[in-house]
């Protein structure tokens, strides 16, 4: 559970948290005219180590230091080389999501922003690495912009893998990058929104996206929101598959877009307008079960400590967004999770430093790692069963010249390839507190890599060919049922 503190710096800079209670603790720090600082994942310099305190205990040596961003800047043209205004720019970085890469976007700091007359933008509060500039029009921005242009790429591609990164420096600006937009002809995408009773929904949501099942880089959303007849319509989409996603509860509303109505509908846009399309939302599926004690003699979480829930692995007919599915859980420690389509994980979240998830089973079937589909039909018997004895890895770490390693990522994964699937069990990090050791609690049984490695790009920890690239430098490990294991390790470059 995070109980966050907030503290203001004086004239010098300093400093302080009082009345803390023992635990670990992460520091995140923002400044006017710096880039925020994270203890963990931090891009920039040698970032603190959560930091454990005791009883009692005083750390003294929480020293930070910020950094100036660095920006972006260039011009956009349109197909006859002249100034291309009121375009907007993304600027993304790769990163694991959601089960493979994608060219995501960069924090609310760099939300898109137009092209000014003379078809210039700079975007700017960037940290050290490389992007990708994207310029965005037609469907994939708000009504106005300009239309008859696919999703460009510097240096005016389409296909991201033409595309090519844009190295950013601390506190510099790039040189101007500069490139054209691709024309294309684009088409209207609509129909009507219909809910379960049959009738035209007034108040609902739809997304359009790249169809997931083509495996693309490419995440970038068009919303539409539908009118008093339930009509709705995308202008200006680009030749394309896509999936049309929809929820019977207006976005701007509040509250949680999928505990609504639900569906989806694939389209293919190759030329003509796509008119006259029916998107139907329905209630979803349910799923519901049970939970059970693996060990008797440690006193059980409460049943508000533990919550069930499912992970989508795919978005062509599972929600892409709109928070969480509405999950219960009872006192005699039966489930149910509500408004469940397409394919899911089912997970457990305890909230005891004692008790994590063993197995889950659906009418004795180990459905543990494996996705469940729901297709509006309701499903019954899971047991998710919790224990007290899956196994951890905890040691030190040491650079080449033998000294206590300050800041590395300890990355353990299984050594069976097959479980790196996402969401995996199977794959872990652990990274150092303020006396340079690490812990990892809550590991299946099973044979694993572990590797020591400086810091890490967002959640490349969990792309299989990151994870392939480093097996030849791992160290093999057993961990047997319950086992507490404990290793020392060298710092990998």
């Known amino acids: 559970m995070r109980l966050p503190k907030t503290a203001g710096t004086d004239a ?52 930070i230091s910020l950094h100036r961003p660095g920006a972006i800047e260039g011009r956009l043209l349109d197909e006859f080389g002249d100034p291309a205004p009121n375009v907007m720019v993304q600027v993304t970085r790769f990163e694991y999501a959601a089960g493979r890469r994608r060219l995501m976007p960069v924090g609310n700091r760099t939300a898109p922003r137009p092209t000014d007359d003379r078809g210039h933008f700079r975007v700017f509060g960037l940290t050290p690495g490389s992007y990708y500039v994207t310029a965005l029009a037609g469907a994939f921005v708000e009504e106005g912009g300009p239309a008859g242009f696919a999703p460009t790429y510097f240096p005016g591609m389409i296909d991201i893998a033409a595309a090519m990164p844009v190295e950013v420096k601390i506190g510099e600006t790039t040189p101007e990058v500069t490139f054209p937009l691709a024309a294309v002809p684009t088409a209207r995408v609509g129909g009507t929104l219909i809910g379960g009773d049959g009738q035209p929904v007034s108040q609902g ?26 009509s709705f319509v995308f202008r200006n989409v680009p030749p394309g598959s896509y999936t049309v996603q929809a929820w019977g509860r207006s976005i701007t509303g509040g509250g949680n877009l999928n505990a609504s109505e639900f569906g989806t509908l694939p389209v293919t846009v190759s030329g003509p307008d796509l008119l006259g399309l029916v998107v139907n939302v329905a209630r979803g599926a349910s799923a519901r079960g049970r939970v059970v004690f693996e060990d008797s003699s440690v006193a059980q979480p409460k049943p508000n400590q533990v919550r069930v829930a499912g992970r989508p692995v795919e978005f062509d007919t599972a929600p892409l967004g709109g928070g969480p599915t509405p999950t219960e859980m009872h006192d005699d420690w039966t489930f149910e999770i509500q408004n469940l389509a397409g394919a899911w994980v089912i997970r457990a979240d305890v909230q005891s430093p004692d008790w994590t998830l063993k197995q889950i089973t659906l009418v004795g079937k180990d459905v543990t790692d494996t996705p469940i589909e729901f297709k509006g039909k309701d499903v019954n018997g899971l ?18 010249n033998g000294r206590p390693a300050g800041r590395y990522n300890v990355i353990i994964f299984a050594v069976d390839p097959v479980k790196w699937i996402f969401p995996s069990r199977f794959i872990a990090v652990g990274r150092p507190n303020q006396d340079g050791r690490f812990k990892v609690t809550g590991l299946p049984p099973e044979n694993y890599l572990v590797i020591a490695m400086p810091a890490l790009q967002g959640s490349e920890w969990q792309d299989p060919d990151y994870l392939e690239s480093l097996r030849p430098l791992a160290q093999a490990i057993t961990l047997a049922d319950g086992e507490a294991r404990t290793l020392d390790l060298k710092l990998r470059k």
């Not at 209670?21 to 880039?35: D, F, Q, V, W």
């Not at 739809?206 to 007849?229: G, T």
């Not at 047991?383 to 080449?400: C, H, K, P, Y």
């Open 205 to 230: 949501s739809l997304m359009l996206s790249v169809r997931d099942s083509l495996r693309s880089a490419a995440f970038m959303v068009a919303r539409a929101v539908p009118s008093r007849d339930g």
């Open 12 to 63: 010098q800079g300093r400093f302080e948290f009082t009345g803390l209670l023992p635990g670990r603790y992460e520091l995140s720090l923002t400044a006017s005219g710096y880039l925020p600082y994270e203890t963990s994942g931090n891009r920039v310099g040698n970032a603190l180590p959560p930091i454990d305190l005791e009883e009692g205990a005083r750390f003294g040596k929480a020293n």
């Open 383 to 400: 047991e998710v069963t919790l224990t007290t004895r899956n196994a951890s890895m905890a040691g030190a770490v040491t650079d080449a």
